[in-house]
């Protein structure tokens, strides 16, 4: 998990978003 944990927090934000909003932040505003 020490591998996984360095992106940890960037998927953690990713979860914690709803989807549409982890949606815009990956692809952007269409």
């Known amino acids: 998990?020490?591998?996984s944990g360095s992106s940890?927090?960037?998927m953690a934000v990713?979860?914690?978003a709803?989807?549409?909003k982890?949606?815009?932040t990956?692809?952007?505003p269409s």
């Open 26 to 28: 990956t692809y952007g």
């Open 8 to 10: 940890s927090p960037s």
């Open 1 to 3: 998990f020490t591998e």
């Open 14 to 16: 990713m979860i914690k």
């Open 22 to 24: 982890a949606f815009f």
């Open 18 to 20: 709803p989807p549409e």
